[in-house]
């Protein structure tokens, strides 16, 4: 059984979304939805032979019938407005804004947690680049007094909806580092680098490491996860080896003898945008694998 | 109060606390919000030198929780305003909020020059709260004027009432002040501001240049206490000024004393321009770097110069400490094989 999907949203994730969800064999697009005719996702539809509306979500909703999951790429005030619409036309709703209206899903660390939920939140990009790291640590550790990020993303990939909800952005990635990273305390902090021609996506995870802690233990836990997210986003990596550092540090968490410096790149797959974009790969990487593993759950098989 | 020519703005607490590694104390606090308001400063700002939300790992833990001291310059202050500056993507407008109600009345929100609008939320949110909402744009020099005008007049339209351009790698001469303040001036409605750093040893010269191009308010801490070589000293400022014979409503003479008595004996070392300072100003690099990049040099044994220079090649902004790291490992990477291989 294949699942059918529609993505609303024709900017530059609900694009990226479309073409790889073209590759996959477990899920069928039938619609592109955005609001703009004239948007360039929506043109890029029609190209591909995808069906290609611009009435919005409502059109997904009078089309309801047709659909078993939705792919919501518009921003997080839409889905505030919409999730309970789809839920109640029985539609299943993967969520890649920030809204968190749905349980919190990392692809790398809880993907089979929540597949019977009506609603599933991706938490943002910067979340699914750097939660796994935390849960890495976390998992090496006794505790994880306090873990920090810090994504930085070139100008351009930054659409409006992230530049006018950078609070929800630093909230909703800091409270997955604790719900699913496990650390006990957190901080998410995001910058936006013009430069030209545009960097590609850094992310830092900080960990507090206290007394007794395993060092190689918690080095070994990092490479491991390198590699589990890497086998859905190809061009996730360390940029360097991680790095444990000596302090005293004075937490949030209570003060600690070391941290953990954990420097990682994420190229995109220059599926829409260019590989810097891979801000875009990581999220639409992982909703797609959100994806698949709902069609396999709902077929029986494991994730 | 009399009419100044332009409004003088003291972040010693919070542009200072780069320089002291966020290590600020209460009795810090009170001493220094008294001596600056008793010598006529009109605005006092306060926060973790990366602004409100700032301790952290990247940027460095605050000793005291940034909103006790906060308050604590509230309660101090008799005329001043109290000031807090944040960064949209690492402090929040509840934030802003918290602070409000502390008797903060002035917001500085704090952007690279080129990402204006990441602020909207947040200048709404202040001027909501019924604070002055100043939009700040770090590291102009990375700006053309055509391109800070274009900006300044985004913050403008979120209701910004005042708009500041910082030169924050202390990277501009007098003549690129002029140009930058000359056509933001005639552009904008709201008043101007330009906060200078002195890695190029100007930050004097080019305060005095911006308020003869129009410029309405001007930054400076006490004995220059600040990121880099440091920010244009508030006492040195208030004398030229005086023999310009430009209006600021302070006292010099106080200001000295707070200078001497008050802030040099907390300095761990005086502001210099040695050679990273002047890196700084010379390579365009955010002047937050500097202790970041020593402390990260002496770990990983490379020199502090060749990470700053390749920071600057690597146009990194303000925010992206964490890449201080990086860029050291990889020169540790580089030194290494280049060993192996002689």
């Given amino acids: 059984m294949t699942l059918r999907c529609a993505i609303v949203g024709s900017g530059n994730i609900g694009t990226d979304l479309m073409i790889k969800m073209l590759r996959s064999d477990k899920l069928e697009l039938g619609a592109l939805v955005g609001i703009d005719p004239d948007s360039e996702g929506l043109a890029r539809a029609r190209t591909l032979g995808v069906e290609a509306s611009h009435e919005g979500p409502d059109w997904v909703l009078s089309h309801a019938d047709d659909f078993d999951v939705v792919f919501d790429a518009t921003s997080a005030y839409v889905h505030v407005r919409y999730h309970k619409k789809y839920a109640e036309a029985g539609i299943t709703a993967v969520d890649l804004t920030p809204a968190a209206r749905g349980p919190k899903v990392i692809a790398a660390v809880n993907l089979t947690e929540h597949l019977d939920a009506a609603n599933i939140n991706m938490v943002t990009c910067g979340g699914q680049a750097t939660t796994p790291m935390a849960y890495a640590v976390r998992r090496a550790v006794d505790r994880l007094p306090y873990c920090e990020m810090v994504s930085t993303v070139s100008s351009k990939s930054a659409g409006p909806g992230t530049r006018q909800n950078i609070d929800e952005f630093t909230k909703t990635t800091s409270t997955a580092l604790r719900e699913i990273g496990g650390a006990e305390q957190s901080k998410a902090i995001i910058i936006l680098n013009p430069a030209e021609p545009p960097i590609i996506m850094r992310n830092t995870v900080f960990g507090a490491l206290p007394e007794g802690t395993d060092h190689d233990a918690v080095l070994e836990s990092v490479y491991d996860m390198e590699k589990a997210v890497a086998s859905y986003v190809p061009g996730y990596r360390l940029k360097n080896q991680p790095v444990i550092e000596e302090g005293p540090y004075n937490t949030p968490g209570g003060v600690v003898p070391h941290r953990v410096v954990i420097l990682l790149e994420v190229e995109g797959a220059g599926d829409y945008l260019p590989t810097y974009a891979g801000n875009l790969d990581i999220m639409t990487a992982a909703a797609l694998r959100v994806g698949e593993a709902i069609a396999d759950h709902r077929e029986g098989l494991p994730a | 109060m009399t009419a100044t020519d332009y409004r003088l703005i003291d972040s010693t607490l919070r542009d200072g606390s780069h320089a002291i590694s966020h290590q600020y104390y209460a009795d810090d606090v009170i001493r220094i919000v008294a001596g600056l308001d008793a010598a006529g400063v009109q605005v006092i700002e306060i926060a973790h030198g990366d602004g409100l939300g700032g301790s952290s790992f990247n940027y460095g833990f605050s000793a005291v929780p940034e909103k006790e001291l906060i308050a604590q310059a509230c309660q101090t202050a008799q005329r001043a305003q109290i000031a807090c500056l944040m960064l949209p993507g690492i402090g929040l407008a509840d934030d802003l909020r918290e602070v409000r109600e502390l008797g903060v009345s002035v917001a500085r929100i704090a952007v690279h ?101 129009g ?70 690099v955010y002047g937050s770097f500097l202790l970041h990049a020593e402390r990260a040099a002496e770990r990983y044994g490379v020199p502090t110069s060749e990470i700053l220079l390749e920071l600057g090649r690597r146009q990194v902004v303000g925010g992206q400490e964490d890449m201080i790291i990086d860029v050291a490992l990889e020169l540790a990477r580089q030194h290494a094989e280049q060993e192996v291989t002689s």
Avoid: W
């Fill in chain 2, 215 to 284: 410029a309405k308010n001007l930054d400076g801490t006490s004995a220059g206490l600040g990121a880099g070589a440091g920010n244009c000293p508030t006492e040195i400022l208030a004398a030229v000024s005086t023999k310009y014979g430009i209006e600021t409503g302070v006292d010099p003479l106080a200001l000295m004393d707070v200078a001497e008595d008050v802030v040099r004996p907390i300095m761990p070392r005086q502001q210099v321009i040695d050679r990273a300072g002047l890196l700084l100003g010379y390579a365009g």
């Fill in chain 2, 113 to 213: 020059c080129t990402e204006a609008d990441i602020t909207e939320q947040h200048i709404k949110v202040a001027k909501d709260l019924g604070m002055e909402a100043i939009g700040f744009l770090m590291m102009a020099h990375m700006n053309s004027p055509e391109g800070l005008v274009e900006q300044a007049l985004l913050l403008q339209s979120y209701g910004a009432d005042t708009v500041y351009i910082a030169d924050s790698a202390g990277a501009m001469t007098v003549e690129d002040v002029r140009r930058r303040v000359n056509a933001l001036v005639n552009a904008l409605d709201v008043p101007l501001g330009v906060h200078a750093h002195n890695n190029l040893s100007m930050a004097v010269a080019n305060s005095i240049a911006a308020y003869e191009e």
